[in-house]
């Protein structure tokens, strides 16, 4: 999935545009995996009914958040985002719901909440299963009735904002565990949706590593082959943050148009197996030569991702049955 800017993918029909304040990212998904997600988000972007997204720190929760909304029945409405655990509780009633002047010292006016600032568009509220029961309350209560009151306020007002909430951990465990409330879990969950971790997405892996080597302002053509055969053995705990690091990393030190396996964090070149009197010195700086599996999985993966992800395609393009090729990357990942 990278149709040309402005143009749906053919795939799940989605703009794979995520606009931001200042700039908007670009969706890369040539994995099963995330296409068949993306698919949902498509399903569930013409609704405004509260949708609830599930993956590990990393994985583009929020991107696919702004990928629902921009695709959704008010594109052009207010994407609000919080941070739940960035902030205490009291805070964070006072950033959701506004406060009345003099709701408390230093409180010389009032003010909008991020609920008053979302309405007409999405409410965006990240890592939800940190929040207070007490704040979980008063979000089961907006929810429910459509309104809110301000801090120090008596009256309510309606609002109309889409909610779109994300987390890391399993709600369900938090509701077993009495750490979060079961009708604000139902309330909260009508559209559910599970990012993939990068480790499952592996197909995606050099697509998004090229995309960011094309968002950094030096002119660079990509990676030497050691360096790609090292993102790609990697297993990536931080996910696609983690990835997007590793390459700013890697181009802040590149000597040439290519990113070598030198250039990358340390902790990538030890993921690539090395034969240990390998020679060295290839023409690239005195990089390790690859084994014959890491130079098998390089070229295998570049022709997937030459093919847009088509394994049936991928398999016509390197003769060999699509079954085979199936088992190669299952290995893989």
């Known amino acids: 999935m990278e149709p040309q800017d402005g143009a749906p993918c053919e795939v799940c029909g989605l703009v794979p545009l995520a606009p931001s304040l200042t700039r908007a990212a670009r969706v890369v998904a040539h994995s099963p995996a995330m296409q068949a997600l993306l698919k949902r988000v498509a399903r569930f972007a013409v609704s405004d009914a509260p949708v609830a997204i599930r993956g590990e720190t ?4 929020e991107v696919v958040a702004r990928l629902l909304h921009a695709n959704g029945s008010r594109p052009d409405g207010p994407f609000v985002a919080v941070n739940v655990a960035a902030l205490p509780a009291e805070l964070l009633e006072s950033e959701l719901f506004g406060h009345g002047r003099g709701a408390f010292t230093g409180a010389g006016s009032g003010r909008r909440g991020l609920f008053e ?27 429910q009735d459509g309104e809110v009151r301000r801090v120090g306020e008596n009256r309510a007002f309606a609002v109309d904002a889409r909610v779109v909430c994300a987390t890391h951990r399993d709600l369900r465990d938090a509701v077993r565990d009495g750490r979060f409330r079961e009708d604000l879990y139902y309330r909260l969950r ?3 949706l599970t990012v993939p971790p990068l480790r499952d997405r592996h197909e995606d892996i050099l697509p998004l590593a090229r995309r960011f080597v094309r968002d950094e302002r030096r002119p660079l053509r990509g990676f030497t082959p050691p360096a790609e055969a090292a993102l790609l ?13 590793a390459v700013r ?8 148009s290519e990113i ?12 690539i197996a090395r034969p240990v009197d ?9 990089e390790p030569w690859l084994t014959l599996a890491a130079l098998e999985r390089v070229h295998v993966l570049r022709v997937l991702d030459a093919c847009g992800g088509s394994q049936s395609e991928a398999a016509r393009v390197l003769g060999i049955g699509r079954n085979t090729l199936w088992r190669k990357l299952r290995a893989w990942a």
Do not use: C, Y
Not at 234 to 242: K, L
Not at 249 to 256: F, K, P, Q
Not at 278 to 286: E, K, N, T, V, Y
């Open 58 to 61: 990393g994985s583009g929760k």
């Open 117 to 143: 600032e979302a309405s007409g568009g999405t409410l965006f509220l990240d890592e939800i299963g940190e929040m207070s029961a007490a704040l979980q309350a008063k979000l089961l209560r907006a929810l």
């Open 190 to 192: 009508v559209l559910e």
């Open 233 to 245: 053995a990697h297993a990536w705990p931080g996910n696609v943050r983690e990835l997007a690091n």
């Open 249 to 256: 990393h890697g181009a802040a030190l590149a000597a040439s």
């Open 260 to 271: 070598a396996l030198e250039d990358l964090p340390e902790e990538l070149a030890g993921s």
């Open 278 to 286: 390998a020679p060295r010195g290839d023409g690239r700086g005195g």
